[in-house]
DNA sequence: TAAACGTGAAACCAAAAGGTGTTATAAAAA
DNA sequence: TTTTTATAACACCTTTTGGTTTCACGTTTA
């Protein structure tokens, strides 16, 4: 972020993989975990996992708190709400076209579980 | 089979809202529609249009197909169901009061995965 | 106080994303 | 056949993104 307040959304934060993987991570340990911790699981420099941290922060999907001279995250699930709120559109959808998804599901089911 | 090796993912696919508006608009509507009516309800150019449904597509989140010199994309909710089930991971950090239709959803899920 | 540590910020870079206009092609209409 | 319509394909441009290295600043520790 170079300049002005790029205001990332859920949508973007969420868009790229390793900034999954960071929420995942944070959801798993379920406690605040210091860059230095966070960047151990990943195979970029701190300051990348800094900006993925920056990213996920105007996301509102972490919150981070001074602890010495450590900066610890916390997972701050709250904004998945929105594409939790997104996606009941498409549940509805679903629910309409219930057929089709379960002819879907059992085409699936039928490739992994015969044998 | 939803998405196997597309260079767009579900994730990506959704982070751009003009994408997402895209997609809204084939569910409202919920009929197939050619490029020329998608385009009209967005300021950018049908090409640009064009990009954003071949993203779609790619992430498997539309289908087209050819009706004389037209092309209809219809929507295929399908894949949304990867977002959703990456979004059940963090239920349990918010109240889990959650919405009646995602619970219908994760049920039939639990026929075909893991459960 | 000085040194080491943890982090944030700046400058920079390559690649991708989102946009444009133009051209090519196939189908419908005149 | 010729023209118009609908879309795809191409070349190109600008901004954003994800990454790097370097450096400055505050906090702990010696």
Redesign the pocket.
């Known amino acids: 972020?170079?300049v002005?307040e790029?205001r990332?959304d859920v949508f973007?934060a969420v868009?790229?993989s390793?900034?999954r993987s960071m929420l995942t991570l944070l959801a798993e340990t379920d406690t605040e975990l210091?860059?230095?911790?966070i960047?151990e699981h990943?195979?970029?420099?701190?300051?990348?996992?800094?900006?993925?941290?920056?990213?996920l922060t105007e996301a509102g999907l972490v919150s981070?708190r001074?602890?010495?001279?450590?900066?610890?995250y916390k997972l701050r699930p709250d904004p998945l709400r929105d594409l939790q709120r997104w996606l009941t559109y498409f549940d509805r959808y679903w629910d309409n076209k219930l057929i089709a998804l379960k002819a879907f599901v059992e085409e699936d089911d039928s490739e992994r579980v015969e044998g």
Chains 1, 2 share one sequence.
């Open positions: 972020m170079p002005a790029a990332y973007q868009a790229d390793t900034r210091p860059i230095s911790r960047a990943f195979p970029i420099s701190r300051t990348a996992v800094n900006k993925h941290l920056h990213v981070n001074k602890v010495g001279r450590e900066t610890r």
